[in-house]
């Protein structure tokens, strides 16, 4: 009875071990099934690309002509030469890029049908292959992709719209940055402020929209400082005297210390009082750019306060408005914050 059970439970683990085996071999083979496969498929693309750079730098130098390079490109690679049009593409410009983008407008229409794809990385490729290589032409599709249900297809189709000669884009854009989390809002300001005045107008409307989500109305603010809007000044000391947001209080100020003037100050002022410290501390930098020496008292009594920040900001402003002095008296005193006052004072030595 034992020996026979034995044999039972010794045949049921052999049985095991031999499915497990065949179930490994069986991987093994089926990968290095799509191995040699992706292989042939390189070998494939390398060879139609060797022949494809020949005809297109024949058709560059004006030696054949654009049917005497699309004839070479069958049904069922028309897809690859589009991708291989676009890698070139992104690297030349001018008249060179208008040669290899003419190439390609035969084949765009399939394309476009992949920006409808179930895939969101495929409907991101086709985007950004558009932009690249027929934005004119198919503007619409682009546009229609801010409302795509994929965040990384909303975020190819923004970056393609938001470059530099393409502003009148720029508030289709804006009304989706909120989708745009991915992107880090000093590298969203930045981008939107290299687009040139052009944009301003849009950037103003969605700084002072109360509507508008505060993430997209802080950055547009930012947008604006950093291309020196000397409008915005305007809509900054609005939003003071209005909002109570820390952050749109900050970027407020932010843009009165670049392109504010005198009669903007009394707002600043009043902001060195605020209770938060943040917008304190911003109102202490913006004081140093617009203040005089009759601001010496108030800023020189912020060097006592507890937030570092307001009291670095503090400390630099002391010095733009003639108050070098008091600050060299404060970094002598036996107090934590004397440590800031001897570093900016170690600043302007360098």
Known sequence: MDLFYFDR???????IIAI???ISLTYSLYAIYLRVRNNQKLKHRNMLEENWQHLVL???SADISHFDVIKNVHAKDQLIFVDYLMRWAVRLYGEEQRYLISLSSSFLSRIALKARHKDPEKRARAIKTLSILGFNKYVKVILAALDDPSDL???IAAHELTRKDRQEYILPVLDKLHRLE?????????????????AAPALRKKFIDRNAPLSVRTISAEALRLQKDSLSAEIASKVLAEEKDRDLLANAIRII????TDKHLPQIRRMCNHPDDVVKAQAFNAIGNLGDSNDIETISQALSHDSSWVVLHAARSLVKVGGISLLQEFAAKNVPQAEIAQEVIREINV
């Open 9 to 15: 439970v010794l045949l049921l683990l052999t049985s």
């Open 20 to 22: 497990l085996l065949g």
């Open 58 to 60: 024949q058709f560059m």
């Open 153 to 155: 297809v909303v975020s």
């Open 182 to 198: 991915a992107w880090n809002p000093n590298y969203m300001a930045a981008r939107l402020a290299e687009l040139g005045p052009d």
């Open 257 to 260: 210390r670049e392109v504010g």
